[in-house]
């Protein structure tokens, strides 16, 4: 829908490639005409988003370093948003992190150093990026993460483990964000995706037979691709969605109501 975020200031967290949610999303938004605000950790990141963003003509309006595990580099990055951009009207929050080892095995043999990992990355960034970005906010918003039915129910066959109780917090999060920030014309969402062919689901055991299993089970007897889900974000980032908020909405052509 061109011109749909026209003169909108959107910050996108969380682009790793062409493979990513993210980028899907952050085409959905381009489209839209959004100003596009990026972050990134490391040097090596941020050589990988001009590229990629050279190579769809892309013009950001910024690209900002920030660490979602340290507040203090939260802060100096919004800090940067706000001397640039003024205000903004959207957040994308796409960053989940565990290591390998948790995402298999037994959950009771996951170690406090892991479990307590997952939890910051996937859980508790979102928390700390929405206490910054709402100082920006100052005409109203909406954040939008990104979540996996895993959060709801065990998948047999396939090992998401500490990941599930990072998205489980991740999207209890969201309600209690959502009640907090809503007084300030804010929404917090959530799009729970199907599994989209990441290099990160990749490194999950069972990945291939799942979506063989989506396909054969889904009502739409299908998966679903990064496109799909970066429309379905922005639907939630727009003024489409301007009185939903505090939700969870599957974009997993309908499997989640069958999950086995």
């Known amino acids: 829908?061109?011109?749909?975020?026209?003169?909108?200031?959107?910050?996108?967290?969380?682009?790793?490639?062409?493979?990513?949610?993210?980028?899907?999303?952050?085409?959905?938004?381009?489209?839209a005409g959004a100003n596009l605000i990026f972050t990134n950790k490391r040097e090596r990141s941020y050589k990988k988003l001009v590229r990629l963003l050279d190579e769809h003509n892309i013009t950001p309006k910024l690209i900002v370093s920030c660490d979602a595990a340290s507040d203090k580099s939260i802060q100096e990055a919004f800090a940067n948003i706000k001397d640039e951009a003024g205000v903004i009207h959207g957040l994308v929050h796409s960053i989940a992190f565990a290591r390998g080892e948790d995402l298999e095995g037994e959950f009771t043999d996951i170690s406090r150093d892991g479990f307590l990992?997952?939890?910051?990355?996937?859980?508790?960034?979102?928390?700390?990026?929405?206490?910054?970005?709402?100082e920006l906010m100052t005409e109203g918003g909406s954040i939008v993460t990104q979540t996996y039915l895993g959060s709801e129910r065990i998948l047999p066959n396939f090992n998401y483990n500490v990941m599930g109780a990072a998205k489980a917090a991740l999207e209890a999060?969201?309600?209690?964000?959502?009640?907090?920030?809503?007084?300030?014309?804010?929404?917090?969402?959530?799009?729970?995706?199907?599994?989209?062919p990441t290099f990160s689901s990749k490194v999950l055991s069972g990945v291939e037979q799942k979506m063989h299993d989506i396909e054969e089970k889904a009502p739409l007897r299908r998966g679903v691709d990064q496109d799909e889900v970066g429309d379905a974000t922005l639907f939630f980032i727009s003024d489409l969605s301007r009185s939903v908020t505090g939700e969870i909405l599957h974009v997993d052509s309908g499997f989640h109501m069958i999950g086995g």
């Not at 859980?123 to 709402?134: N, P, Q």
């Open 1 to 31: 829908m061109p011109g749909l975020l026209e003169g909108k200031n959107v910050v996108v967290m969380g682009v790793a490639n062409e493979r990513s949610i993210a980028w899907g999303i952050t085409k959905s938004l381009h489209h």
């Open 117 to 134: 990992l997952a939890q910051e990355i996937s859980a508790y960034s979102l928390v700390a990026v929405t206490r910054a970005a709402k």
């Open 173 to 196: 999060s969201v309600r209690y964000l959502a009640d907090d920030v809503g007084k300030y014309g804010i929404r917090v969402n959530a799009v729970s995706a199907g599994i989209v």
